[in-house]
Each structure stands twice: as structure tokens, then as C-alpha cells.
């Protein structure tokens, strides 16, 4: 691992371990960014150049994938972060209709943050719950069976919060 590094001891320890469990750095790309955005809540430039370091990668190799999956962050999300499924089991159970009501309750546009920094809205692909669709992720919980009543009390608790 190079010198200055920025990132915290328990950090470098998951990302090593990431790393040696690996078939070769590159498929360790992912876990380790996911990893680094767990720690530290969204991907700088700097920590994508110390991903990239430790992985023996170019800095755009990592950009470019940092910026191709939605599930990184490039700036500071939300307090909490709901990922609303918009995949075909759950487009066909009105997600489109729960997503513009959300849009709505929240003042924001899909992949935006509520002006109090406590919500961040964002599109997901399937989320492996087709059966109660139509679902959504609000933080690492699953809701299921989503109402626009339902809506409302979640994103009642999480303004609270
Ligand atoms: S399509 Fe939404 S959970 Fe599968």
C-alpha cells in the first residue's frame, strides 16, 4: 500500500483484505469503492486516486466506474438514501406513480437531496423482491408493497430523524 495515504488504518485493512480474496485487483475495484463509500459516505477524487494506487489501475479506469454505477456517490448524499425500484416487476405495479409522488413529497427530482440534506431520492434496478413489488431501499431496509400511504409515514420518520 503507498505511502499518505489518506484513509484511515481500518480502512486499508478492508480494502488489503478485499484485495487478497480477489482473483485479481481489478475484480476487487467494486468491493474496495463500495467499501471506501461505506467509510467515508461518497467517493472523492482523492480517494478514487488511492483506490487506483492500491489497485494498480489508472485513475480513470476507477473514475469510469465510479461514475457508470449509480450506487456510488461523487458528492455527499443524504442523511438517509431511498433507492426506489424502477425495474419491470415493479414499473408494472405503479413504481413511476410511487416515484413522482415521492418527487413530489420531497420537493427534489429523482437523484437529488431534500434542501435539509436529509434525503437523497435514487433509481435502483431490481432489488430481488419482484413478488411485493412495487419495493424500495431506505438506507439498507426493504419496503415492500409500497402505498403512497406508506410513502408518507417513511418519509415522515426519516424527516424526523
Ligand atoms: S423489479 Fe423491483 S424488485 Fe424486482
Known amino acids: ?79 438517509h438514501v431511498v433507492w426506489l425500484c424502477r425495474t419491470l416487476s415493479c414499473a408494472l405495479k405503479g413504481a413511476e406513480q410511487a416515484e413522482h409522488h415521492m418527487c413530489e413529497k420531497l420537493g427534489v427530482h429523482t437523484g437529488g437531496t431534500t434542501s435539509d440534506g436529509k434525503i437523497t431520492l435514487m433509481e435502483a434496478e431490481c432489488l430481488a423482491s419482484c413478488g411485493t413489488a412495487p419495493v424500495m431501499l431506505v438506507d439498507d431496509d426493504l419496503v415492500e408493497n409500497l402505498t403512497k400511504e406508506k410513502i408518507d409515514r417513511i418519509i415522515e420518520e426519516l424527516r424526523k430523524d
Open 1 to 79: 500500500m503507498p505511502e499518505n495515504m489518506k484513509l484511515t488504518r481500518e480502512l486499508k485493512e478492508k480494502i488489503d483484505s478485499i484485495v487478497a480474496k480477489s482473483e485479481t485487483k481489478q475484480s476487487a475495484l467494486i468491493p474496495v469503492l463500495r467499501e471506501i463509500q461505506n467509510a467515508e459516505g461518497y467517493l472523492t477524487n482523492e480517494s478514487m486516486e488511492e483506490a487506483a494506487k492500491i489497485l494498480g489501475l489508472t485513475p480513470a479506469n476507477v473514475q469510469s466506474v465510479a461514475t457508470f454505477y449509480t450506487m456510488f456517490f461523487r458528492k455527499e448524499p443524504g442523511k
